[in-house]
């Protein structure tokens, strides 16, 4: 399949989508876990969801950046 003209531009929103998302998700449910005072394992599950989230962002950009160079 060819890519659209856009060179990407959809990929680099879907990328900005995650990032925005996975923060205001991490930062609720970190405010969310203070005030019912949640066990650390569950504010450590967050953590590293959001981790993840930001890897694969990071992942995919890379891979972005390396499409576009090319």
Sequence with gaps: ???PKDHGMAEARV???VIAGAMILW???QTLSWQLQWPPK???LADLSAGAAFLWAMVATYRLWRKRQA
């Design 42 to 44: 569950y504010v450590f």
């Design 27 to 29: 930062m609720g449910f």
């Design 1 to 3: 399949m060819a890519e």
């Design 15 to 17: 990328i900005a989508v």
